[in-house]
């Protein structure tokens, strides 16, 4: 995953939205962390891991990798906001339940809000791309999923969304 590339394409975007609303010189760090922890949820609502009395399966899987790179979006804008933006990520899969992860990805957000420290930072983003894998999505599909997304994003920006 060109992560590089990903938080360039984050700062368009982000520059665009701060520029289009008028938001020049305010921090939006309080509202993107919590737009993650909603997103977050979002996702593991899609991906219904925790409900335990629930016969229904999953959402399909393009619909769970949109909400993941919905998340994406929020952890590299946080990320550029901290100057975190050469980050260095190792990916590797961990055997933890899903749901484990997903509660350990809300320890890590807040983690980063006490402290916003380039370690925490890393933890986060490598946690959020740990739990990817166990989702079953390669590298590849998530650059790729990303890159749909902000391209939505930007349409939608443009037409006053």
Known sequence: MDLKKLFDMQRELDNRII??????GESLFSQKVLALQVE????????RCFKFWSNK??????VILEEYVDCLHFILSIGIDRNFDDA????SKFNYKITEQFLDLYIDINDFIICASKDHYTTLFED???LGINLGFSEEEIEAAYLRKNTI?????SSGY
């Open 40 to 47: 977050v949820g979002e996702l593991a609502n899609e991906t």
């Open 153 to 157: 994003n930007h349409e939608r920006q």
């Open 19 to 24: 520029n289009e609303h008028k938001l020049q």
């Open 128 to 130: 959020f791309i740990s």
């Open 57 to 62: 399966g999953p959402s399909e899987k393009d």
């Open 88 to 91: 260095e990520v190792s990916v």
